[in-house]
C-alpha cells in the first residue's frame, strides 16, 4: 500500500490496526455524547437515524445491521429509576446487559405508528443477546 | 478525519433529535467527503463510498464525540440525508 498523499492520519490508522488485538463485539458509554455506541462487527459500516433514540449501523458489504447508537442515556436511566425501579437488580457493578438498555429504549420510544422500527430494536437486541454484551453505566452504580 | 476537520463541505449547528430533552443546541456536525474511507475488517485503506458523506460530531465544549459514514441527501450528494430536519442551522 502506498502512503496517502494528504492523508497520514488515515496511514498511521491502518498501520497501528495491523497490531490490533482480535475484533471482539463491544459496546461503551460515551459520557461526552451521552450515548452507548454497539460494535457488533468489524465491517465497516454506514449509520442511518431509526428515531430520536436510536441510530442503526449497517454494514457496508451486508447491508445487516451491525452496531448501533443510542442517544439519551441520562433520560433513559432518570425513566427507567422513576418507572421501574426493580430495573436496579439487574445492574451488577455499574454493567449492565446491553439488551436490558435496548428493550428500555423501545419501550420508551415506541409509539405504535412506525411498527418497523421494533424490528430493528429486537434484532439488535438480539444481536446483543447472543454475543452477551455488557456495557458500563456509572451513573448506574448509585442503583 | 483530521483532514475532514479541517475542509469541511458543511458545518451544520444544533443537532435535532425530535426529543427536546435530548437536543443539543449548541453541538455541531462537520460533513466531509473525503477520498479515502477505512476497511475495517481488512485494515486497508480504500475509495470513499460515492453515495455517503463522513459526518462528525463535536460538543459544545469541542470534543468529537462519534463519526460515521452517511447516506447523501438525494437533492445535494454533498450533504447527509435529511439534513434539513437533523440540524437547527447550517454554518458553511
Redesign the interface.
Known amino acids: 500500500?502506498t502512503a496517502?498523499a494528504?492523508?497520514p492520519?488515515?496511514?498511521e490508522?491502518?498501520a497501528a490496526?495491523?497490531q490490533?488485538p482480535v475484533f471482539a463485539p463491544h459496546a461503551f458509554f460515551?459520557a461526552?455524547?451521552?450515548?452507548v455506541?454497539f460494535i457488533a462487527s468489524?465491517?465497516?459500516?454506514?449509520?442511518?437515524?431509526v428515531?430520536?433514540?436510536l441510530?442503526v449501523?449497517y454494514g457496508?458489504e451486508s447491508g445487516q445491521p451491525v452496531g448501533s447508537?443510542i442517544?439519551?442515556i441520562k433520560?433513559i436511566l432518570e425513566r427507567l429509576n422513576e418507572a421501574c425501579p426493580g430495573f436496579c437488580i439487574e445492574v451488577e457493578d455499574g454493567k449492565v446487559h446491553l439488551s436490558h438498555l435496548f428493550t428500555a429504549a423501545m419501550w420508551i420510544e415506541n409509539d405504535g405508528k412506525v411498527p418497523t422500527r421494533a424490528v430493528v430494536y429486537r434484532k439488535l437486541r438480539k444481536i446483543a443477546e447472543a454475543d452477551n454484551v455488557e456495557v458500563e453505566l456509572p451513573q448506574l452504580a448509585r442503583c | 478525519?483530521?483532514?475532514a476537520l479541517k475542509t469541511p463541505v458543511a458545518i451544520f449547528q444544533g443537532l435535532r433529535?425530535?426529543?427536546p430533552?435530548?437536543d443539543e443546541d449548541d453541538w455541531f456536525c462537520y460533513v466531509a467527503k473525503?477520498?479515502?474511507?477505512?476497511?475495517?475488517?481488512r485494515?486497508?485503506?480504500r475509495s470513499a463510498?460515492a453515495d455517503?458523506v463522513l459526518?462528525i460530531?463535536v460538543?459544545s465544549?469541542w470534543?468529537v464525540?462519534?463519526w460515521?459514514?452517511?447516506?447523501c441527501a438525494p437533492e445535494d450528494s454533498k450533504l447527509p440525508i435529511?439534513f434539513q430536519t437533523?440540524f437547527a442551522n447550517r454554518k458553511l
Open positions: 500500500m496517502s494528504g492523508y492520519f488515515l496511514d490508522m491502518v490496526a495491523n490490533a460515551n461526552d455524547g451521552d450515548c455506541e468489524d465491517e465497516s459500516y454506514y449509520a442511518e437515524r428515531d430520536s433514540r441510530t449501523y457496508q447508537l442517544k439519551g433520560s | 478525519m483530521v483532514p433529535w425530535d426529543h430533552e435530548i473525503p477520498q479515502f474511507a477505512y476497511d475495517y475488517k485494515h486497508q485503506r463510498w455517503q459526518t460530531f460538543t465544549e470534543v464525540y462519534n460515521c459514514w452517511t447516506k435529511n437533523r
